[in-house]
């Protein structure tokens, strides 16, 4: 197993950067979620913002060699959990929900963080299932203080799914990050608390809780990347990088300074 790297106060400027990027990129996307777009669009926009900030995607290209990442971004529709490629033929419709994953390499640093959007006029049920992951994630950088464990987190993330009597996807974790998109250690959203790698101040970590509203069983796609529920149910997926300090936690993918 690879070491849990902990950043210097330069690395940490420079993850600090690359967060307010990605966090930028993810925003402006975000604006162009509407009924009539196709994720292609969405994909193609996202690489326009990177270019124009000196970013490179840390998706594309990402993998197997014979069947790397096709887009600049993950564009997931409805059942689509995670991994989803960005496509003219799909088009969005009043009533989606759609996940944009957008993690880039920054000056060698990397940002990544994840929104769920709402398109028009939703259910209450997905509605519901947008408002819990979301607040999960926060429930979880509640608990990303030094001193306590991964598991603290996971377990937080867990308890208030069940609590709204949400599946959580248990094939899919977050993650370390840093001058890699995936580094150590894992962060699961379930778990046991005071369990896992202690939490010291300078490990940067990606938290990402991904929810379902039935079971949290996914499949792929023939396209060899997308992630979808098995039962064809909605998903939702949120994610922020964060910093562990000696004091409370630091969101590293906001627009803020």
């Not at 993650?175 to 608390?193: A, D, I």
């Not at 490990?203 to 529920?229: H, Q, S, Y």
Request: net charge negative; with cysteine.
């Amino acid at each position: 197993m690879s070491k849990i790297i902990i950043k210097t106060e330069e690395e940490i400027e420079g993850m600090r950067e690359a967060g307010r990027c990605a966090a930028h990129i993810l925003n402006e996307v975000k604006q162009k979620v509407v009924a009539g777009v196709s994720t292609w669009e969405l994909d193609q926009f996202a690489k326009s913002v990177m270019d124009s900030l000196g970013a490179v995607s840390s998706a594309h290209g990402y993998g197997d060699k014979k069947n790397p990442y096709p887009a600049y971004i993950c564009v997931s529709l409805n059942d689509e959990i995670v991994h989803g490629i960005g496509r003219r033929d799909v088009i969005v419709q009043d009533g989606d929900i759609v996940s944009l994953d957008v993690a880039v390499n920054y000056r060698g640093f990397v940002g990544d963080n994840t929104v769920t959007v709402g398109v028009g006029t939703l259910s209450k049920q997905h509605q519901l299932l947008l408002d819990v992951t979301e607040q999960a994630l926060y429930k979880g950088i509640d608990q990303a203080v030094e001193g306590n464990c991964i598991g603290d987190i996971s377990w937080a993330i867990q308890s208030f799914a069940e609590k709204h009597r949400l599946g959580v996807v248990r094939e899919l974790v977050g993650h370390g990050v840093g001058r890699q998109m995936h580094e150590e250690p894992q962060v699961p959203n379930y778990g046991m608390p005071h369990s896992g790698p202690r939490l010291k101040a300078g490990m940067t970590i990606a938290i990402e809780p991904m929810f379902t509203l039935g079971l949290p069983k996914l499949c792929t796609l023939d396209d060899g990347w997308t992630l979808v529920t098995q039962d064809g149910s909605y998903s939702a997926h949120f994610e922020h990088t964060i910093l562990i300090t000696k004091d409370s936690p630091e969101i590293l993918t906001t627009l803020k300074k």
